[in-house]
């Protein structure tokens, strides 16, 4: 992502899709990206506490904002509302 969208609160809190995410071998998202932006986990998850970033990701036609579960280092990417975790949506393209 860059610094200029980072910076820009109005385009961040209207939130971007989710198309692809890089994952380590043991299956923990590393960065995920999207048309035009990237971002590590550590970012998705403190713009997102901060609500600073909002994410979304297309599943089949339904659409799924993506949250926070968990605390500290333990903290992951979950679809809301039901907390599935953002790295076992099958289907999930690699970036």
């Given at each position: 992502?860059?610094?200029?969208?980072?910076?820009?609160v109005?385009?961040?809190?209207?939130?971007?899709?989710?198309l692809?995410?890089?994952?380590?071998?043991?299956?923990?998202?590393?960065?995920?990206?999207g048309?035009?932006?990237?971002?590590?986990?550590?970012?998705?998850?403190v713009?997102?506490?901060?609500?600073?970033?909002?994410?979304h990701?297309?599943?089949?036609?339904?659409?799924?904002?993506i949250?926070?579960?968990?605390?500290?280092?333990?903290?992951?990417?979950?679809?809301?509302?039901?907390?599935?975790?953002?790295?076992?949506?099958?289907?999930?393209q690699s970036?």
């Amino acid at each position: 992502m860059s610094p200029k969208l980072w910076n820009d609160v109005s385009e961040m809190t209207a939130g971007f899709q989710i198309l692809c995410a890089n994952k380590n071998p043991q299956g923990v998202i590393l960065r995920l990206g999207g048309d035009g932006w990237s971002l590590s986990q550590h970012q998705a998850i403190v713009g997102l506490i901060h609500k600073r970033l909002r994410l979304h990701i297309f599943i089949g036609n339904e659409s799924f904002e993506i949250g926070v579960r968990g605390e500290g280092m333990d903290s992951y990417l979950a679809l809301e509302p039901n907390g599935e975790r953002l790295s076992e949506v099958e289907g999930l393209q690699s970036c």
